[in-house]
């Protein structure tokens, strides 16, 4: 697969994308966005955690921060922003818990007792790499919710939505970086539907051609 790398106007950030027909495990897309680097060089994670935390640094109590698709290292960037001193972070206790939920077998999201006690009682910031249908992001929004914890964001390095569960989405990209983008149902897919074979399946940890 080919990545070309696209000038996005923000110090220290990329857009690396691949044009195609790809399939991922809630819709088809004809851009593979490869935030591998952003999630795991901790330059660019930095970065992007700057650009991200803009939103909450003086109006929103963070007490958590919830990571989906390996997001960890730009969640601890996160959390290291919002806990500088001179940043009017509401957060009683000073400091921020980073967390990685479990999914079962049936991709719903659990808590073990030695990490509910992260989301019960907690404001919960869920940090995504995309948020294209929203049912990922969804899901952890009811999950913080059955655990007892209260959601007050959603922030993610790429975005199609500008709002879902409720809250509005913060994020670095969206459509308008990426010339042409669409997303379409599985079932109505008019890539699919022309014959145009899949390139690739693609998910959080990456894709596999076919």
Same mark, same amino acid.
């Given at each position: 697969?080919?990545?070309? %790398?696209?000038?996005?106007? %923000?110090? @220290?950030?990329?857009? +690396?994308?691949? /044009?195609? =027909?790809?399939?991922?495990? =809630?819709?088809?897309? @004809? $851009? $593979?966005?490869?935030?591998?680097?952003?999630?795991?060089?901790?330059?660019?994670? +930095?970065?992007?955690?700057a650009e991200l935390v803009k939103t909450y640094t003086h109006n929103?109590?963070?007490?958590?921060?919830?990571?989906?698709?390996?997001?960890?290292?730009?969640?601890?960037?996160?959390?290291?922003?919002?806990? %500088?001193?001179?940043?009017?972070?509401? @957060?009683? =206790? /000073?400091?921020?818990?980073? *967390?990685?939920?479990?999914?079962?077998?049936?991709? /719903?999201?659990?808590? +073990?007792?030695?990490?509910?006690?992260?989301?019960?009682? %907690?404001?919960?910031?869920? *940090?995504?790499?995309?948020?294209?249908?929203?049912?990922?992001?969804?899901?952890?929004?009811?999950?913080? +919710? $059955?655990?007892?914890? @209260?959601?007050?964001?959603?922030?993610? *390095? !790429?975005?199609?939505?500008?709002?879902?569960?409720? !809250?509005?989405?913060?994020?670095? !990209?969206?459509?308008?970086?990426?010339?042409?983008?669409?997303? !379409?149902?599985?079932?109505?897919?008019?890539?699919?539907?022309?014959? /145009?074979?899949?390139?690739?399946?693609?998910?959080?940890?990456?894709?596999?051609?076919?």
């Amino acid at each position: 697969m080919h990545l070309v %790398k696209l000038p996005t106007g %923000k110090s @220290n950030l990329a857009l +690396r994308v691949s /044009q195609g =027909h790809f399939a991922t495990s =809630h819709s088809h897309i @004809n $851009y $593979y966005i490869d935030v591998t680097l952003t999630k795991s060089r901790l330059s660019e994670a +930095r970065a992007a955690a700057a650009e991200l935390v803009k939103t909450y640094t003086h109006n929103t109590i963070v007490d958590t921060i919830l990571c989906l698709d390996g997001t960890e290292v730009i969640g601890a960037c996160m959390a290291s922003e919002l806990t %500088k001193a001179g940043y009017t972070n509401m @957060n009683a =206790h /000073q400091t921020i818990y980073v *967390l990685t939920p479990e999914h079962t077998v049936g991709s /719903q999201l659990i808590f +073990r007792e030695n990490t509910a006690p992260m989301i019960a009682g %907690k404001h919960v910031l869920v *940090l995504a790499a995309s948020v294209t249908t929203g049912y990922t992001v969804q899901g952890a929004v009811e999950a913080i +919710r $059955y655990y007892d914890g @209260n959601p007050v964001g959603i922030a993610a *390095l !790429f975005a199609t939505q500008k709002e879902c569960a409720g !809250f509005p989405i913060t994020s670095i !990209f969206d459509p308008n970086d990426l010339p042409g983008y669409a997303s !379409f149902d599985a079932h109505a897919c008019p890539w699919c539907q022309a014959g /145009q074979k899949i390139d690739a399946l693609v998910n959080s940890f990456g894709y596999s051609t076919l």
